[in-house]
């Protein structure tokens, strides 16, 4: 979400961001929030995580920031471990896990296995 993307949002809009903190453009959304453009924020993840204790969202009355507890209740443990579970399960078996972030480690001889495995 960088500062275009803010401003098609509806005026007064709150947003909350709980994927990823580089999905928003932080500086962009202190902006349309100081503008009046956006009425708030709530922020379960951010970039730098945490952010530094002088970071202006900190400290803008119309914005909360925790720290990163979206994923803190049972479901979210049990979605958790099952996922974690079936990559490492799925790894076992020789396949892809779904959510490989290097993409070199698959690549890397050592790690193919042959039609008959």
């Known amino acids: 979400f960088d500062a275009d993307t803010l401003a098609t949002m509806k005026p007064g809009a709150v947003l909350i961001n709980t994927s990823r903190g580089g999905v928003v ?3 962009a959304l202190l902006s349309a ?7 708030g924020a709530g922020l379960d993840v951010t970039d730098p995580e945490p952010l530094p204790t ?10 909360v920031v925790t720290p990163h507890v979206a994923s803190g209740t049972l479901s979210g443990k049990r979605r958790i ?3 974690a579970v ?4 799925r790894v076992l078996e020789g396949r892809r896990p ?14 193919q296995r042959s039609a008959t495995q």
């Open 86 to 89: 079936g990559e490492v399960a």
């Open 98 to 111: 779904h959510h490989l972030v290097n993409t070199k480690v698959a690549e890397h001889p050592r790690h």
């Open 25 to 27: 453009d932080q500086d």
């Open 81 to 83: 471990f099952a996922t």
């Open 33 to 39: 929030i100081t503008t009046g453009h956006l009425f």
């Open 54 to 63: 002088d970071h202006p969202l900190l400290h803008h009355d119309r914005i």
